[in-house]
Structure formats: C-alpha cells, structure tokens
C-alpha cells in the first residue's frame, strides 16, 4: 500500500476562507440546524441588520446547497442573499445566490456592499 495521504480540498478551502475573512475583521458564525442542515459561515452584514451565509466548496457539485436555500427561504431571518465560493471561475446570481471564485474572499470588507450589480 502506497503512503499516499488524500487531502481534503473542502476542509483546506473553509480554513483558507475563515482567515481571509478573520483577517478583514469579519466575526465568524456557524448555521447547523437538523431540519434545515448546516451553512459553513455567516458573516454580519450590519447595513442590512441581518447575516451573509457562505458556504464553500471544493468539487464539481458547487451548485448543491440545500441548507443554503431553506435558510433563504425562512422570512423571519431576514437574510437576501447567499454565497458559494468554489473553484468555478464563473461570477453568476441566480435566486438570491451569488457564486463567485474562491479568490474572491479578499474582496470581502466589513460594512461595503460585497457584490455590486453583475
């Protein structure tokens, strides 16, 4: 048997992320939920008084975030918007879910709007 570790891309993209966003003076949330499952992060977006969910991933299966959109889908958290930051080089919103690179976590700053018009 090779000696072959296999490296968790997922894992490794999430910590990349939590320092990026620690380093812009983000504070941190986690969303875990057993009906509605668990987001990796929500950051405070104060201008809106409501939370930024983020979720991070790592394969070709960007597009599955069904925590995403149930937390999107309960009015009373107030929440509008959502991101997934993957390896995709695309930048596209599509029902209330903006996708961006995960190169694109340095542009994160706390109180600027984070995504103008695309």
Not at 40 to 65: C, M, N, R, W
Not at 77 to 99: A, P
Request: hydrophobic fraction near 35%; charge should be negative; proline fraction near 3%.
């Amino acid at each position: 048997m090779q000696n072959v570790r296999s490296i968790n891309l997922g894992s490794v993209y999430e910590t990349v992320v939590a320092q990026e966003l620690r380093a812009h003076g983000f504070n941190l949330y986690y969303y875990d939920n057993k009906n509605n499952g668990e987001v990796d992060y929500l950051i405070d977006d104060a201008d809106q008084l409501t939370v930024l969910p983020l979720e991070i991933k790592s394969g070709k299966d960007y597009a599955i975030y069904s925590a995403l959109n149930k937390l999107l889908k309960i009015k009373e958290y107030n929440i509008h918007q959502g991101f997934v930051l993957s390896n995709e080089q695309k930048v596209y919103q599509e029902n209330g879910i903006t996708y961006l690179p995960i190169y694109d976590i340095m542009f994160f700053e706390p109180g600027t709007k984070v995504v103008g018009e695309l």
